[in-house]
């Protein structure tokens, strides 16, 4: 740790126990987002910090609950990082809303890349359905270093509610809200086709019947008008030519 990045942690601690706060901790490994629904599909990521200022983080394994499994699990690649997904039989069959499941992922382990000094990475992965029999649930994950010091954040919730010092990814499941605005477009739909379909008629528009009739006339009077003046060119060249022809005396 740098002098620098010492003395902030020093003030804050001394300020934190003046004051009467609990210190957080600075960094840890976290699931993002921190709550999801049950019974959902949801994106998740693995947010991983480097908190140390001389070594990169080089390896990532995270264990999922074999007591609560989830049926359905896949990974987002990530540049310069290798996923291994393992999966093994449960300890117990688990009942799920997707029938018995006996098999289930146990853990993925991410390797290859590097996670620099002053940086993080976030390691999405696909979950569903989320169980409904749980409020929560850990994802116990080990952090490995280029030093070779391998960080385990493990420790679950102390009693009295303080942060443990290395707390393990949590992830909160919460109720359904019950919305489902994909069934509200659904329901709305057949109010809206009949309008679609009525619409068409344009040309039984009174409107439009109207401006058919009036350019009709139009159109049969100018033809009437232009056959008169025709008949009438005619009439003056035939008197004319009449004249013409009549003897002098």
């Known amino acids: ?8 942690a020093i003030t804050a601690t ?8 609990a210190l957080p901790a600075l960094a840890h490994v976290t699931v993002q987002p921190g709550s ?16 140390r200022d001389d070594a990169s983080t080089t390896k990532i394994e995270v264990t999922f609950p ?6 359905f699990v896949s990974v987002k690649p990530v540049p310069g990082w290798k996923a291994e997904v393992t999966e093994g039989k449960l300890p117990t069959p688990v009942q799920s ?18 996670v620099k000094p002053g940086e993080f990475q976030e390691f999405e992965v696909s979950l ?33 509610g303080s942060e443990a010092e290395h707390p393990v990814p949590t992830l909160k499941l919460t109720p359904p809200t019950g919305d489902d605005h994909h069934g509200a477009a659904a329901s709305a739909a057949p109010s809206a086709a009949p309008a679609v379909a009525a619409s068409p008629a344009v040309a039984a528009s009174p409107v439009a019947a109207d401006a058919h009739d009036s350019g ?8 009437i008008g232009g056959i008169g003046v025709v008949v009438g060119i005619a009439g003056v060249g035939v008197a004319i030519a009449a004249l013409r022809r009549k003897p002098t005396a």
Do not use: C
């Not at 001394?14 to 706060?21: E, M, N, R, V």
């Not at 629904?37 to 991983?48: D, I, L, M, N, Y």
């Not at 116990?140 to 493990?154: A, F, H, I, L, N």
């Open 36 to 51: 999801v629904e049950q019974g959902s599909f949801s994106k998740v990521a693995f947010r991983v910090p480097n908190e």
């Open 14 to 21: 001394a300020t934190a126990l003046t004051l009467g706060f």
């Open 216 to 223: 009709s006339s139009d159109g049969t009077a100018r033809l």
């Open 1 to 8: 740790m740098s002098v620098l990045r010492r003395a902030l």
């Open 66 to 71: 074999v007591d609560a499994p989830l049926p």
């Open 128 to 160: 569903g359905g989320l169980p409904t029999t749980t409020d929560h649930l850990y994802f116990p994950t080990k952090q490995t270093y280029s030093s070779g010091e391998v960080v385990d954040w493990k420790d679950e919730p102390k009693a009295d």
């Open 97 to 114: 809303q997707y029938g018995e499941i006996t098999e289930a992922v146990t853990k993925i382990t991410w390797t290859g890349g590097e």
